[in-house]
């Protein structure tokens, strides 16, 4: 999942300065796009890069927001919330260069509020309404700095779930408000933001899109290692 995001992401410097990659086959210019560019050095002589085509309308063209849902488990609600937070704290950190945004000085966006999920001393205190629609805004900033829609990636879809299956102890309403959460930020992200998120990729051990994502218009490919 890590190199297919790498793949698809733009790549900034700390200051969000997009990094070029498109570059001729001159050894010296490769060496100096390599020395700043750690995807391009991922793929560069990989068999994909000599689709040129490809390359050139794919690599490194999309803002992409990264959520996994390894820490999302617990034996009641809150501790769901609590994984939930820093889930999509962890989201945000991978994109500090926004701090520093031009964006903030718009109407439509308060870096407070930005601040707020980014912020390691303020994310703890995240309430539901916020971690409810904390990924969409991040969907929204993206899309606005960069001025394209959004890849998602979401990583161990199904473990949310399988807490909620093999915690014994989880009171009953405690698994209705899991289940209700955690389609209202899959739904809301993927099928209601049509205008900012332009395709996502999720993986599980389980077959959960119909669960947890609704009517998210999911395609569903069997993959192992």
Known sequence: MDMVRRFFEIEVDE??????????????????????S???????????SSDK???????GSYPTIYVDFTRV???NFEQILDGLRLVIHRAFRKHAYLKKSDLWNREEFNKN????????????????????????FLS???????????????????????SMVYEDDM????????LKVLREIIGDLLKGSEKTVERSLSNACQQLGGILSGSANNTVAPYYI
């Open 15 to 36: 200051d969000g300065k997009q990094i070029d990659h498109d570059v001729e086959e001159d050894e010296l210019v490769l060496k100096e796009v390599q020395s700043q």
């Open 113 to 136: 509020t930005f601040m707020k999920y980014f912020d390691t001393d303020q994310y703890e205190s995240l309430s539901l309404a916020q971690i409810k629609c904390g990924l969409v």
């Open 171 to 178: 009171d009953p309403e405690d698994r209705k408000e899991t």
């Open 53 to 59: 085509e490809f390359m050139f309308k794919h690599f």
């Open 140 to 162: 929204e900033v993206l899309h606005a700095y960069y001025g394209k829609k959004v890849f998602v990636f979401i990583d161990e879809f199904d473990i949310p779930v399988n």
């Open 73 to 75: 488990n617990g034996s």
């Open 38 to 48: 750690k995807n391009f050095k991922l793929f560069h002589g990989k068999k994909i």
